[in-house]
């Protein structure tokens, strides 16, 4: 069992930048992938950034270049610097990690979430 723990959401203005950050209670280099979703009121839960155990990393189109997902091993962290912040980034933020279990299934553990608001 894998828990996260979100932290960094806050109220913003337009144009401003944040830096979101998930504890992870297991050595992330263990965890295949970690990404952040994002999920606002009314709307689907959406991926806006994901990362590999090898680093390689995939951004939803609406986020390129303004978003950045990282991983800091030493510290088990996965972190989304965001910039140039829009009203239609606000959301409550999830940090979600995959792990190949014994089994050879994949797990799916997520954060309980930070809520990030972006005032206009």
């Known amino acids: 069992q894998v828990q996260l723990v979100e932290s960094g959401g806050a109220l913003v203005q337009a144009g401003g930048s944040l830096r979101l950050s998930c504890a992870a209670s297991t050595v992330i280099a263990s965890l295949n992938t970690m990404a952040w979703y994002r999920q606002a009121p009314g709307k689907q839960r959406e991926l806006v950034a994901g990362i590999s155990n090898s680093g390689r990393t995939n951004y939803a189109d609406s986020v390129k270049g303004r978003f950045t997902i990282s991983r800091d091993n030493a510290k088990n962290t996965l972190h989304l610097q965001m910039s140039s912040l829009k009203p239609e980034d606000t959301a409550n933020y999830y940090c979600?990690?995959?792990?190949?279990?014994?089994?050879?299934?994949?797990?799916?553990?997520w954060g309980q979430g930070t809520q990030v608001t972006v005032s206009s």
């Open positions: 979600n990690a995959g792990q190949m279990g014994s089994d050879y299934l994949l797990y799916d553990y």
